[in-house]
């Protein structure tokens, strides 16, 4: 199974940027693409933005579309979620999940928890 | 705004069989959706079941199948056993700018 470790939890004052990342044990090659899902407290699964990996393409939610970067270091493998202009209701545990095919979720990450206060 | 509907919450005896289901919106849930199903313990980090609606990882145990019934994706699980408390979300493909919606998961207790 291809194991993807995250970055740390962190702490950020609204407004402000964070940046997650998502490194996985699987060459990028045998990899379609890395999904981002947030969980806020208590709350379920809110699929926020992918990236196919062959035609370096990302889409977001409309929810955060015009605060959300998603991209792929292929060299390393590590996928990266950056959020700006950080909200309180942004709140949540972040995981990325690594899609093998399309339709294909294989893979998860441990999640990084992003508290905004 | 498309939503995707799950049983808020079952219940299942030890060794019992259970099913649930995950329905679209927009109509009748198809193979064309990739219907995904994962698992959740408190705690943990989401667990990859079942893929492209039928379709097992190396890792899921035997008693946990996907079909399509009724319009509706469905997971069945047999011979439940008390680690299967859970919460499950399924997850369907869209395409388009917005591509996957989760279902909003059905807490199962054993």
């Known amino acids: 199974q291809v194991h993807l470790v995250q970055s740390g939890a962190e702490v950020k004052k609204p407004g402000s940027s964070v940046k997650v990342s998502c490194k996985s044990s699987a060459d990028t090659f045998r990899t379609y693409g890395f999904v981002w899902v947030r969980q806020a407290p208590g709350q379920g699964l809110e699929w926020i933005g992918g990236i196919v990996i062959a035609v370096d393409i990302s889409t977001y939610a409309q929810k955060v579309r015009d605060r959300i970067t998603i991209t792929m270091d292929k060299s390393t493998g590590t996928a990266y979620m950056i959020l700006n202009n950080l909200r309180s209701e942004d709140t949540a545990i972040y995981y990325c999940?690594?899609?093998?095919?399309?339709?294909?979720?294989?893979?998860w990450g441990q999640g990084t928890l992003v508290t905004v206060s | 705004q498309t939503v995707v509907t799950q049983e808020p919450s079952l219940a299942v005896s030890p060794g019992g069989t259970v099913t649930l289901t995950c329905s679209s919106s927009?109509?009748?849930?198809?193979?064309?959706?990739?219907a995904n199903w994962f698992q959740q313990r408190p705690g943990q980090a989401p667990r990859s079941l079942i893929y492209?609606?039928?379709n097992k990882h190396s890792w899921t145990p035997a008693r946990f199948s996907g079909s399509l019934l009724g319009g509706k994706a469905v997971l069945r699980l047999s011979d439940v056993q008390p680690e299967d408390e859970a919460e499950y979300f399924c997850l369907l493909y869209y395409g388009g700018a917005q591509p996957w919606v989760f279902g909003g998961g059905t807490k199962l207790t054993v």
């Open positions: 999940a690594r899609v093998q095919n399309l339709g294909e979720f294989d893979s």
């Open positions: 927009t109509g009748a849930v198809t193979s064309n959706f990739y």
């Open positions: 492209s609606t039928n």
